[in-house]
């Protein structure tokens, strides 16, 4: 639902209010970015946007200013910077509209970085629901440390499926066009040791399976010609983008995500008890947030600290006829169970690792249903200790989502990170949830769902060879927990899947037919 709509500025509703009388554990403004995260845009889509990022000075504002064929952004003429606040601008290009989003600078040289950080979460209140690229700007010919920065903190902003929507925009490049620049850029790359340059090019092409080269676009001298051709390939390469993306746009909802798992990280390095471990944490996020360290280092370093022990892999191919640690909840099905592939005509794993069992929720007691489509339920996991890693399967169908939820959150959706499923065909494909999206996650009381929630159009979620990361507590946690309730039988370790104090409302299964 559009809450307002003007020339140069399309805003999109999120979504209600929070219920009343709700109580969480977490600080209010966590919690309700995590929430604001999890209610769904509205279908209807806005003009396709590409948004400018990038450190200060690079040339964001003038690069908007030839987008949008005028002179609609501010430009800096000297060390401070001019882009205060985010700020958009519509327009017509070839038949189609373009939202040009501009947004301030990293390293900006009179503002403090919880200055910048505010202003850029202001993002989310003008952008478009349809995100097509992520422009990263930088000055041809300089790119340095703190540029390199600059790549790090916004990849941490945004979060890792960033990437794939994300173009490398040179400015300043004078007469030169993408081509000479790959050109002059391959030969830097083939030096020892390469560049950091090389290092942001590598990471593109990993993100979208392809050549990151074919995502560099240059703008040169600022010039009426110049200007028109730069901008046709910009909206080229960004068309090109969103056609590789399937049609999909970047989730803005994932910045929110991004900036809620941040401060759960705050939260839980206020929480650390010892001081030295302490004084350590609140350095390496100064440099986190500087762009000089990774949000991963972070997290290692934060759980060593908090002594969560080793992180286990659990693999589920439910080749045993069993679903696990998941049980139903309510009593969508009549006694859900996994289902032999030749049961199911035309339905295989890409892997070729499927096995000979699969969980369908278009079927039940093991066997095929007529309009099984038509049934809804939900499956839930024990809860669990979250470990590092990432959450994968191979998965298809179009009838609900896959999500991971905080344990102590009831039954609210603000506690859950949840990934919709949107395949229409036989083939279970490869399905993640990465590991920087459940950072937020890591070490808390957690569970797993399976929601079918959608009675037509593939409404059936299809899933095999599923993997989760689990912690188990190491020997000095358990024993420490065990003093401080002086019975040393609490002190036996978390088995794999199995249910903790923080468990939710029970789970129950319906009685075979």
Same mark, same amino acid.
Request: aromatic share 8%; proline share 6%.
């Given at each position: 639902?559009?809450?307002?709509?003007?020339?140069?500025?399309?805003?999109?509703? @999120?979504?209600?209010?929070?219920?009343?009388?709700?109580?969480?554990? @977490?600080?209010?403004?966590?919690?309700?970015?995590?929430?604001?995260?999890?209610?769904?845009?509205?279908?209807?889509?806005?003009?396709?946007?590409?948004?400018?990022?990038?450190?200060?000075?690079?040339?964001?504002?003038?690069?908007?200013?030839?987008?949008?064929?005028?002179?609609?952004?501010?430009?800096?003429?000297?060390?401070?910077?001019?882009?205060?606040?985010?700020?958009?601008?519509?327009?017509?290009?070839?038949?189609?509209?373009?939202?040009?989003?501009?947004?301030?600078?990293?390293?900006?040289?009179?503002?403090?970085?919880?200055?910048?950080?505010?202003?850029?979460?202001?993002?989310?209140?003008?952008?478009?629901?349809?995100?097509?690229?992520?422009?990263?700007?930088?000055?041809?010919?300089?790119?340095?440390?703190?540029?390199?920065?600059?790549?790090?903190?916004?990849?941490?902003?945004?979060?890792?499926?960033?990437?794939?929507?994300?173009?490398?925009?040179?400015?300043?490049?004078?007469?030169?066009?993408?081509?000479?620049?790959?050109?002059?850029?391959?030969?830097?790359?083939?030096?020892?040791?390469?560049?950091?340059?090389?290092?942001?090019?590598?990471?593109?092409?990993?993100?979208?399976?392809?050549?990151?080269?074919?995502?560099?676009?240059?703008?040169?001298?600022?010039?009426?010609?110049?200007?028109?051709?730069?901008?046709?390939?910009?909206?080229?390469?960004?068309?090109?983008?969103?056609?590789?993306?399937?049609?999909?746009?970047?989730?803005?909802?994932?910045?929110?995500?991004?900036?809620?798992?941040?401060?759960?990280?705050?939260?839980?390095?206020?929480?650390?008890?010892?001081?030295?471990?302490?004084?350590?944490?609140?350095?390496?996020?100064?440099?986190?947030?500087?762009?000089?360290?990774?949000?991963?280092?972070?997290?290692?370093?934060?759980?060593?600290?908090?002594? @969560?022990?080793?992180?286990?892999?659990?693999?589920?191919?439910?080749?045993?006829?069993?679903?696990?640690?998941?049980?139903?909840?309510?009593?969508?099905?009549?006694?859900?169970?996994?289902?032999?592939?030749?049961?199911?005509?035309?339905?295989?794993?890409?892997?070729?690792?499927?096995?000979?069992?699969?969980?369908?929720?278009?079927?039940?007691?093991?066997?095929?249903?007529?309009?099984?489509?038509?049934?809804?339920?939900?499956?839930?996991?024990?809860?669990?200790?979250?470990?590092?890693?990432?959450?994968?399967?191979?998965?298809?169908?179009?009838?609900?989502?896959?999500?991971?939820?905080?344990?102590?959150?009831?039954?609210?959706?603000?506690?859950?990170?949840?990934?919709?499923?949107?395949?229409?065909?036989?083939?279970?494909?490869?399905?993640?949830?990465?590991?920087?999206?459940?950072?937020?996650?890591?070490?808390?009381?957690?569970?797993?769902?399976?929601?079918?929630?959608?009675?037509?159009?593939?409404?059936?979620?299809?899933?095999?060879?599923?993997?989760?990361?689990?912690?188990?507590?190491?020997?000095?946690?358990?024993?420490?927990?065990?003093?401080?309730?002086?019975?040393?039988?609490?002190?036996?370790?978390?088995?794999?899947?199995?249910?903790?104090?923080?468990?939710?409302?029970?789970?129950?299964?319906?009685?075979?037919?």
């Amino acid at each position: 639902v559009c809450s307002s709509r003007d020339t140069s500025v399309w805003r999109p509703t @999120l979504g209600p209010e929070m219920p009343k009388g709700h109580r969480s554990p @977490l600080a209010g403004p966590v919690w309700l970015s995590l929430w604001v995260a999890a209610v769904p845009l509205a279908a209807a889509r806005g003009p396709a946007a590409v948004v400018l990022l990038g450190p200060s000075g690079a040339g964001k504002s003038e690069t908007g200013n030839t987008l949008s064929g005028g002179s609609n952004f501010l430009v800096s003429g000297g060390l401070e910077s001019e882009t205060l606040v985010p700020s958009a601008q519509v327009v017509d290009f070839e038949g189609r509209q373009w939202q040009i989003v501009d947004t301030p600078g990293y390293f900006d040289t009179s503002r403090t970085p919880e200055e910048l950080a505010t202003a850029l979460e202001r993002f989310s209140e003008i952008v478009s629901d349809h995100i097509v690229t992520l422009a990263f700007v930088v000055p041809y010919g300089r790119f340095g440390d703190a540029h390199f920065r600059g790549w790090r903190l916004i990849r941490g902003a945004f979060g890792a499926s960033a990437l794939k929507y994300t173009a490398l925009l040179f400015t300043g490049v004078g007469a030169r066009t993408e081509e000479d620049v790959r050109n002059e850029t391959g030969k830097l790359c083939a030096k020892t040791p390469p560049p950091m340059l090389c290092t942001v090019l590598d990471e593109l092409g990993a993100a979208h399976g392809g050549d990151a080269m074919d995502r560099i676009v240059t703008f040169g001298r600022l010039e009426p010609e110049r200007r028109a051709r730069d901008r046709k390939q910009l909206f080229k390469v960004a068309a090109d983008v969103e056609v590789s993306a399937g049609g999909r746009g970047y989730d803005h909802g994932e910045f929110l995500r991004a900036q809620a798992r941040r401060k759960l990280m705050v939260a839980r390095i206020t929480a650390i008890t010892n001081e030295e471990d302490k004084r350590v944490l609140e350095l390496l996020l100064a440099n986190v947030e500087s762009g000089a360290a990774a949000d991963s280092d972070l997290m290692r370093r934060l759980e060593e600290a908090e002594g @969560l022990g080793e992180t286990q892999m659990v693999y589920l191919d439910f080749e045993d006829r069993q679903l696990g640690p998941f049980s139903q909840v309510g009593s969508g099905f009549r006694q859900p169970m996994p289902i032999p592939y030749v049961a199911m005509k035309g339905f295989e794993s890409a892997s070729g690792l499927g096995g000979e069992l699969f969980i369908h929720t278009g079927t039940d007691s093991g066997v095929r249903l007529r309009n099984g489509d038509e049934r809804t339920g939900e499956l839930r996991t024990a809860p669990f200790l979250l470990g590092q890693g990432s959450i994968r399967c191979e998965a298809t169908g179009g009838g609900g989502f896959i999500a991971i939820c905080l344990a102590d959150g009831g039954e609210d959706p603000g506690g859950c990170l949840e990934r919709r499923l949107a395949l229409r065909g036989s083939v279970l494909e490869a399905f993640e949830i990465g590991q920087e999206e459940l950072l937020a996650f890591v070490g808390q009381a957690v569970y797993l769902r399976l929601v079918d929630d959608r009675q037509k159009n593939w409404g059936f979620i299809a899933l095999d060879n599923l993997e989760y990361p689990v912690l188990v507590p190491s020997d000095n946690t358990t024993e420490a927990e065990g003093e401080a309730s002086g019975n040393e039988s609490s002190a036996t370790p978390l088995p794999l899947g199995v249910p903790t104090t923080s468990a939710p409302a029970a789970a129950t299964t319906a009685p075979p037919p």
